[in-house]
C-alpha cells in the first residue's frame, strides 16, 4: 500500500488551563496524499491553527501518530524537526510575519541560508520567485515600505524558496482586500497545479470552494471531509520540485551562516545604538581600568626596582635609629666613624662606605640656600642610580685625599645658577668651606628621595673633617664578599655592632629584602585594584546578559519566523552570542585604546607615573571580554535557541 504524505491518527492537542487542561485536538484522524489541495474551515478556536501548526512540525500533539512520508514525528528532536520544516514545509501566515530589518530579497533568501544554500544561487532565486510573484521592482524595500498584498506575496515567495513541496497557508487572505486576496490564491492554486500539495486554513467558505477537498472542523474534532466537485482536480503528475540542490562543503556553509548571524547581529546593534553604546560602556571603564592598573603598577614596580637595581644584592646598609622613620635617628650619635672601619677589618665584608649628613647654607655670589650635605663614598653615585648631566664624580683619589669637590644636584643649581653661568668648575661656599663644582646630577624622575630642597654630594672623608665636629655617621653602606651569604652576613654585622654598643641602637636593611618587599607590595597593590577593576567587569557582564534578555525578548516573534522556516536551535544560539560577543569584544577594543590614550596623556603630562603596558595584559583583557561575551551572552542565547515556535509566532 503507499503511504499518503500525511498521515494523522488519534492526534490529540492538550493545553494546560489552570489546574485540568483544555483540549484543542481531539482525536483528529486523516490522511492527505502528495498533490491534494485541502481546505480546512471552521468557526474561530475550532482548532484549525493548531491542526496547522501540528502538520508544519512546528507544534507536536500531546498524544496520537502523526507520519509524514510514512515517517513518524513524534520521536524527532528540535532539530530534526526543524530539517524537515526546512526540506518539505513552506508556510504562509494571515500576519505575513516578514523580518522588518531585512528587505524583501533578504526575507526570501533567508529559508535557504539555513538549507546551506550557496549565496549567488541563493540571491538568484529569490529574485526569480520575487519576479515570478510580480515583485520584480520592489526586492530592495522593507515590509515597511510594501502593502499587505505585496508582503503576503514575499511570504508566498518565502515559503517557495526551499522549494517546499507542501504549503502550509492559515487565513492567507485574512488581512487582505478582496483583490489581493483573490490575487493570492490565484497564486495558490498555480502552485498546487505544479504538483505541490497545498492545505489552506480559513473561515471564508468562498475561499474554500477552491479547493478539492473541504474539511470541517469543529470543537477540535473532523465534522466533515468532502471532496470538492466544483473545483477542477487535477492529478499531481510529478511533485513538481526541481532537482535536489547540490551537496555544499559544511565548513562553508557554516561559514554563510555564521555571515548571516554575524550580519543580524550588527543589524540588531545598529538598531539599538544607545542601548547597546550604553551597555558597552560597563565593559569599557572595566577593559580599561584593568587595562591601565596592571600598566600603572609594573609602571611603578619597574621604576623602583631600577632605582635600587645599583646597589646589588649583595649590600647592607647600617643606619641609626630603631627603624625606618625613627625620627629621633637624627640625634642618635651612636653610629661612629670607628664603627665602620672595624666592620671592615671584618672577613666577610669587602668594602665599607659611610654616608654623613650635614646641613649647611651654601653661596654663590649674591645667591644663597640651605642645602643638605651629604658625605658618601665614590660607590655611592652608581648605587644610588644618580646619572649625571654634566661634569663627572669624584673618584676613591678624592675620597682619600679628602678633597674639597662637590657634586650638586638639579635643585641646587636652580638655586644658585638660574642665570644660566654654567656651574662645573664654580667654587661655592657652604659655610666656610669652599667646594668645587665637579659635576651635577640630574633631577629625579619622582620615585624615592624626590625632593624640593638642594643637596650635595662631596667625600664622607672631607665633610668629616670640615663640617661634622663628631665623628657620628647618618648610615654605612656595607658590601658583603661574594661567597658570603647576605642572611649570614646581616646576623653577624648585628651581633658586632650590638656588641660594640651594648644595645640595638641601628637597624640593617638588606638590599635583596628591599627589592621582595618592593616586589610584593606592588603586587598585592596592582593585584587588588585589579580585582576591583575585574568586579566592575562583571558588573559590565551582567549589564549585557540584561540587554540580551531584553533583546531576545524583543525578538520573540523573530525567532519564531525563523524557526519556522527552518532555523536550527545552534543558529538561534549562535546569533545572540554573537550579539553579546560583539557588544564586549567592541567595548574591549575601545577600553585597550582609552587606556592607552590614558597612558600616553599620562607620560605627557606627568613625569611621577610610568606605564608598561605588556602584550599579555592585552591579549588577556581582549580575551577576557570575549569570555564575558560568551559567559554573560550565553544563557539569554540559550533561552532564544529553547523557544517554542508557536508560542514564538504567537507573540506579537
Ligand atoms: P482557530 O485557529 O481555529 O481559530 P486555534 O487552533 O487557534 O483555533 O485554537 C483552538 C483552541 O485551542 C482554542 O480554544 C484556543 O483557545 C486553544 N488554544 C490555542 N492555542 C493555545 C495556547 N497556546 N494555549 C492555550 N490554549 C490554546
Ligand atoms: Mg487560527
Known sequence: MVQPLIALSGIRREYPSGDATIAGLKDINLAIEAGEMVAIVGASGSGKSTLMNILGCLDQPTSGSYRFSGRETASLNADELAALRREHFGFIFQRYHLLNELTA??????????????????????????????????????????????????????????????????????????????????????????????????????????????????DGEIVSDSTNDRASTRPAVSDGREPAQSGRSSLAAWLDRFREAFRMALLAMQAHKLRTFLTMLGIIIGIASVVSVVALGQGSQQRVLADISGLGTNTLEIFAGKDFGDTRSSKITTLVVSDATELAKQPYIAAVTPTVSTSSTIRFGAKEASALTNGVGDRYFSAAGMKLSEGRFFDATSVRKVAQEVVIDANTRTALFADGTSPVGQVILAGKVPLRIIGVVQARQGGFGSNQNPSLY???????????????????????????????????????????????????????????????????????????AVISLIVGGIGVMNIMLVSVSERVSEIGVRMAVGARQGDILQQFLIEAMLVCLIGG????????GFGAALSMFSTSFSVVYSTASIVAAFLCSSLIGVVFGFWPARNASHLDPVAALARE
Not at 577594543?589 to 592607552?596: D, E, K
Open 458 to 532: 662631596l667625600p664622607y672623608t672631607t665633610v668629616q673633617a670640615r663640617f661634622v665636629g663628631s665623628h657620628s655617621l647618618r648610615s654605612i653602606t656595607v658590601r658583603i664578599n661574594d661567597d658570603v651569604a647576605t642572611t649570614l652576613a646581616e646576623q653577624d654585622v648585628t651581633r658586632f655592632l650590638m656588641q660594640r654598643h651594648g644595645r640595638k641602637d641601628f637597624f640593617i636593611l638588606n638590599t635583596d629584602d628591599i627589592r621582595k618587599t618592593i616586589t610584593s607590595t606592588t603586587q598585592t597593590m596592582t593585584l587588588l585594584i585589579a580585582a576591583i
Open 105 to 218: 530579497l533578504g526575507n526570501v533568501e533567508m529559508p535557504a541560508i539555513y538549507a546551506n544554500r550557496n549565496r549567488n544561487e541563493r540571491g538568484a532565486r529569490a529574485a526569480a520567485l520575487l519576479s515570478r510573484l510580480g515583485m520584480a521592482d520592489r526586492t530592495h524595500h522593507r515590509p515597511g515600505q510594501l502593502s499587505g498584498g505585496q508582503q503576503q506575496r514575499v511570504s508566498i515567495a518565502r515559503a517557495l524558496m526551499n522549494n517546499a513541496n507542501v504549503i502550509l497557508a492559515d487565513e492567507p487572505t485574512g488581512a487582505l482586500d478582496k483583490y489581493s486576496g483573490e490575487d493570492v490564491l490565484r497564486i495558490l492554486d498555480e502552485l498546487h497545479a505544479e504538483g505541490r500539495t497545498v492545505v489552506i486554513v480559513t473561515h471564508d467558505m468562498s475561499v474554500a470552494s477552491r479547493a478539492s477537498r473541504i474539511i470541517e472542523i469543529s
Open 589 to 596: 577594543v575601545l577600553g585597550i585604546a582609552i587606556a592607552l
